[in-house]
T-cell receptor, first 114, second 113 residues
Framework: NAGVTQTPKFRVLKTGQSMTLLCAQDMNHEYMYWYRQDPGMGLRLIHYSVGEGTTAKGEVPDGYNVSRLKKQNFLLGLESAAPSQTSVYFC?????????????FGPGTRLTVL | DAKTTQPPSMDCAEGRAANLPCNHSTISGNEYVYWYRQIHSQGPQYIIHGLKNNETNEMASLIITEDRKSSTLILPHATLRDTAVYYCIVGYAGGTSYGKLTFGQGTILTVHP
C-alpha cells in the first residue's frame, strides 16, 4: 500500500496563476482532508470531504476549491494564487470519525507563490 | 473544542524516557486526547489517543489524570529518530464530528546522543 500520496511535491507559481494539487489514497477511506502549514505553525484545515461527491469548508477555505469525484482522490484547486498561499499543503484521510479513526497524512506539497 | 497547552520545547537523552506534558483544563466529558508527531518536513503521524484510562501501544504510553485536565505522553526509550514536534489535540470523535483535528504549536522534542 502506498498510503496517502500527493502530487506534485514542489511547485512555484506566479501571482494570479492557477493550479491543482492531487491527493490519492489506497486505503478505501471515506474521509479526506486538506490542511496547510505555515512556518512555525500548526496545521489548519482548509476543506474536507466525508465521502465521494461531498465537500465542506474547514477553518481557512477562502481562495481554495476542492472536488471529490472519486473516493480515492481529493483535489485542491487554487484559481488565482496569492503570495499568502505560500505554504506546505498536507492531505490526510481516515476511515471516518470515531476515536479509532486516526488520520493518515501524505508527505506534503511545498508551494511558493511569487 | 478544548484548547491545549504544551511546553514549546524539551530535551531528552537517547535511551531515556521522554515525558511530554499537556494541559487541557477545559476538556469536556466526551472529548478524547490525541497525540500526533511531525518529523521534520514530513506529514504528521498518529501516535496514540485516550478518553479516561491510561493507554499503551507499541509507540508510546498515554497517562491521563483522573480529572482529565492534563495528560502525559511517554516515549519509554527515546531514540534520535523520535526528534520531532509533538502535538496534543483534544477533540470529539463520532456523532456530528467530522474528525476535525485542531493543531496547536506543539512541543519540539530533541533527543540527544
Amino acid at each position: 500500500n502506498a498510503g496517502v500520496t500527493q502530487t506534485p511535491k514542489f511547485r512555484v507559481l506566479k501571482t494570479g496563476q492557477s493550479m491543482t494539487l492531487l491527493c490519492a489514497q489506497d486505503m478505501n477511506h471515506e474521509y479526506m482532508y486538506w490542511y496547510r502549514q505555515d512556518p512555525g505553525m500548526g496545521l489548519r484545515l482548509i476543506h474536507y470531504s466525508v465521502g465521494e461527491g461531498t465537500t465542506a469548508k474547514g477553518e481557512v477555505p477562502d481562495g481554495y476549491n476542492v472536488s471529490r469525484l472519486k473516493k480515492q482522490n481529493f483535489l485542491l484547486g487554487l484559481e488565482s494564487a496569492a503570495p499568502s498561499q505560500t505554504s506546505v499543503y498536507f492531505c490526510a484521510s481516515s476511515y471516518g470519525t470515531g476515536p479509532y479513526n486516526e488520520q493518515f497524512f501524505g508527505p506534503g506539497t511545498r508551494l511558493t507563490v511569487l | 473544542d478544548a484548547k491545549t497547552t504544551q511546553p514549546p520545547s524539551m530535551d531528552c537523552a537517547e535511551g531515556r524516557a521522554a515525558n511530554l506534558p499537556c494541559n487541557h483544563s477545559t476538556i469536556s466529558g466526551n472529548e478524547y486526547v490525541y497525540w500526533y508527531r511531525q518529523i521534520h518536513s514530513q506529514g504528521p503521524q498518529y501516535i496514540i489517543h485516550g478518553l479516561k484510562n491510561n493507554e499503551t501501544n507499541e509507540m508510546a504510553s498515554l497517562i491521563i489524570t483522573e480529572d482529565r485536565k492534563s495528560s502525559t505522553l511517554i516515549l519509554p526509550h527515546a531514540t534520535l529518530r523520535d526528534t520531532a514536534v509533538y502535538y496534543c489535540i483534544v477533540g470529539y470523535a463520532g456523532g456530528t464530528s467530522y474528525g476535525k483535528l485542531t493543531f496547536g504549536q506543539g512541543t519540539i522534542l530533541t533527543v540527544h546522543p
